[in-house]
T-cell receptor, first 112, second 109 residues
Framework: DGGITQSPKYLFRKEGQNVTLSCEQN?????MYWYRQDPGQGLRLIYY???????QKGDIAEGYSVSREKKESFPLTVTSAQKNPTAFYLC???????????FGPGTRLTVL | GENVEQHPSTLSVQEGDSAVIKCTYS??????FPWYKQELGKGPQLIID?????GEKKDQRIAVTLNKTAKHFSLHITETQPEDSAVYFC????????FGGGTRLMVKP
């Protein structure tokens, strides 16, 4: 059953702690993406990766970091440098940058 | 880079009426235009798409139209139902996918 998964669905962390969000896909897609969505707002690109061991900053990369050691996995770390980390985080993948993206179910991060 | 504008930001219709969401794009090289539907608390799902060599595409109650000269494209939903209530995003691809700001559609029973 192919798809893109994110875990956990809900995540709570104390202020000042780093937290890593998981994203896995078994669609054999080369490209993967991370978006942030605030209530009632659109999608803002954090980071994207065209291929393994390569990634690029999106529009709001400050306070976030990523890695792409495996084709299937693109974890996002929200660091303590991110001033307002509470948000809904969406991971997506696509065959390449020029095709439609498939989204995961999202992780809602709340920093207390 | 590409810039995609989407209107309206909110749209309320009566069940059974039609709904139209419009988007404009800036990069004339854009050649692929997907539309996504996002239900509350979930990730966006692709519902229909159109490529630049086609002017219109229809899938049951939803249709998309594309005007390359004017650089705008639209989503049309006919006979709206309460389950159509969601946020809809348009997008355009030139060097990569760029999303519009989203439209919250509310269908009143």
């Amino acid at each position: 059953d192919g798809g893109i998964t994110q875990s956990p669905k809900y995540l709570f962390r104390k202020e000042g702690q780093n937290v890593t969000l998981s994203c896995e896909q078994n669609l054999n897609h080369d490209a993967m993406y991370w978006y942030r969505q605030d209530p009632g707002q659109g999608l803002r690109l954090i980071y994207y990766s065209q291929i393994v061991n390569d990634f690029q900053k999106g529009d709001i990369a400050e306070g976030y970091s990523v890695s792409r050691e495996k084709k299937e996995s693109f974890p996002l770390t929200v660091t303590s440098a991110q001033k307002n980390p509470t948000a809904f985080y969406l991971c997506a993948s696509s065959i390449d940058l020029l095709n439609e993206q498939f989204f995961g179910p999202g992780t809602r991060l709340t920093v207390l | 880079g590409e810039n995609v504008e989407q209107h309206p930001s909110t749209l309320s219709v009566q069940e059974g009426d039609s709904a139209v969401i419009k988007c404009t794009y800036s990069d004339s090289a854009s050649n692929y235009f997907p539309w996504y539907k996002q239900e509350l608390g979930k990730g966006p799902q692709l519902i229909i798409d159109i490529r630049s060599n086609v002017g219109e595409k229809k899938d049951q109650r939803i249709a998309v139209t594309l005007n390359k000269t004017a650089k705008h494209f639209s989503l049309h939903i006919t006979e709206t139902q309460p389950e159509d209530s969601a946020v809809y995003f348009c997008a355009a691809i030139s060097n990569m996918l760029t999303f519009g700001g989203g439209t919250r559609l509310m269908v009143k029973p």
